[in-house]
């Protein structure tokens, strides 16, 4: 099962041990109708994990995303096992609006954040 979403605004930050890329859709307004957040942490054993959260419903581990994939303005995280939080998703397929911010902030942003998972397309 393959989960699509369009998002307006894409941010990349960094907090101490975690890196993370958030992709939002607003309103009119500016309020924040819909997220999705990706966080890599590293822990104090070196141990690296990728978390997904998705509107205050988080889930993720060492072996969450098999692999990801960016082509454009569309980047394709498939997942080592169907996400249950996600009635049993194992694509999700997350695109933004083309602006130059938006692309700087990937630029930088999926390559720290995706690490290894990240392979072929086109960045």
């Given at each position: ?98 602006t ?21 397309g086109?960045?």
């Open positions: 099962m393959v989960d699509s979403r369009q998002y307006d605004t894409v941010a990349f930050d960094v907090r101490d041990n975690t890196t993370m890329l958030f992709f939002a859709k607003t309103t009119d307004a500016g309020d924040i109708a819909d997220y999705l957040l990706l966080m890599r942490t590293i822990e104090e054993d070196f141990d690296e994990s990728i978390y997904i959260e998705i509107n205050e419903q988080q889930f993720g581990g060492h072996n969450l995303i098999r692999e990801a994939s960016m082509t454009g303005n569309v980047l394709t995280l498939r997942l080592h096992e169907p996400a249950k939080e996600l009635d049993g998703t194992s694509d999700i397929v997350l695109t933004w609006a083309d130059v911010k938006n692309a700087e902030s990937i630029e930088v942003g999926a390559f720290r954040v995706l690490g290894d998972t990240l392979v072929g086109n960045a």
